[in-house]
C-alpha cells in the first residue's frame, strides 16, 4: 500500500478555507487519492477523490501536484459542521482484482468560531 | 439507492462473553465488505475484507473472526471477548473490481468490554 502522511491536527476559522495536506509520496500509477471524513462517533463520509487533474463538487476540491506526491484538500468555506477527522488514502488494488480500504490516522480539523 | 445497515450500536459487554455484531447492505449485489475497528484516538484499522459468499481475508491476527453467510451480509463475532476489543467497530462496502468507486460505512457499533 501507498502510505499517506497528514498533520495530526489544523485549526481554522469560521468561514476561511481549510486547507488539508497528504504526502503520498510511494503512490503509483494506477491509485487514486481519496478523501474521507468522520464527525466523531460516526461512520467515515466519502468526500472526493481524484487520478492526476484536480477535481471539485458540491464539498470541495482537491489538488493533486504534478508529480502526484503529495494532494490537498480544500474546504472552501469551513462551517462549524466540518470539525471532523480527515483521512486521506490512495486505493490498493491487489492480485484478486479487488480493493481494499486502508486508513491512517487521519488530520483533526478544529473550525473555531 | 444503496444502504448499509450495522447494529447494534452500542454495546456493552462482560470479558469471556460472545459477540455478534451483524452488517447488512442493500441496493447492490456482489459488494465488497469490510470490518474496521478504531480504538480510541486512533485511525481505522482493517479487521476483515471479503469479496463474496464465505470468503473471508483477515489482515491482522486477533480474537476475532468475521463470516458471510448472504451476499449482503457480513458477521464479525467472537467466542470470546477481551478488554482490549473494546472499540468502536465498523462495516463499509464498496463497489468490486479495478473500477473507482468509493467506500460506504455504516454508522458503527461502540463496543465495551467491561
Known amino acids: 500500500d501507498a502510505k499517506t502522511t497528514q498533520p495530526p491536527s489544523m485549526d481554522c476559522a469560521e468561514g476561511r478555507a481549510a486547507n488539508l495536506p497528504c504526502n503520498h509520496s510511494?503512490?503509483?500509477?494506477?491509485?487514486?487519492v481519496y478523501w474521507y471524513r468522520q464527525i466523531h462517533s460516526q461512520g467515515p463520509q466519502y468526500i472526493i477523490h481524484?487520478?492526476?487533474n484536480n477535481e471539485t463538487n458540491e464539498m470541495a476540491s482537491l489538488i493533486i501536484t504534478e508529480d502526484r506526491k503529495s494532494s490537498t484538500l480544500i474546504l472552501p468555506h469551513a462551517t462549524l459542521r466540518d470539525t471532523a477527522v480527515y483521512y486521506c488514502?490512495?486505493?490498493?488494488?491487489?492480485?484478486?482484482?479487488?480493493?481494499?480500504?486502508?486508513f491512517g490516522t487521519g488530520t483533526k480539523l478544529q473550525v473555531i468560531p | 439507492s444503496q444502504t448499509i445497515h450495522q447494529w447494534p450500536a452500542t454495546l456493552v459487554q462482560p470479558v469471556g462473553s460472545p459477540l455478534s455484531l451483524e452488517c447488512t447492505v442493500e441496493?447492490?449485489?456482489?459488494?465488497?465488505l469490510y470490518w474496521y475497528r478504531q480504538a480510541a484516538g486512533r485511525g481505522l484499522q482493517l479487521l476483515f475484507y471479503?469479496?463474496?459468499?464465505?470468503?473471508i481475508s483477515s489482515e491482522v491476527p486477533q480474537n476475532l473472526s468475521a463470516s458471510r453467510p448472504q451476499d449482503r451480509q457480513f458477521i464479525l463475532s467472537s467466542k470470546k471477548l477481551l478488554l482490549s476489543d473494546s472499540g468502536f467497530y465498523l462495516c463499509?462496502?464498496?463497489?468490486?473490481?479495478?473500477?473507482?468507486?468509493?467506500?460506504?460505512f455504516g454508522q458503527g457499533t461502540r463496543l465495551t468490554v467491561v
Open positions: 488514502i490512495v486505493r490498493v488494488v491487489n492480485s484478486g482484482g479487488y480493493q481494499k480500504v486502508t
Open positions: 481524484g487520478l492526476k
Open positions: 463499509a462496502w464498496s463497489g468490486f473490481g479495478f473500477m473507482n468507486t468509493e467506500a460506504f
Open positions: 441496493g447492490t449485489s456482489n459488494p465488497n
Open positions: 510511494t503512490i503509483s500509477g494506477n491509485e487514486y
Open positions: 471479503s469479496v463474496g459468499i464465505g470468503q
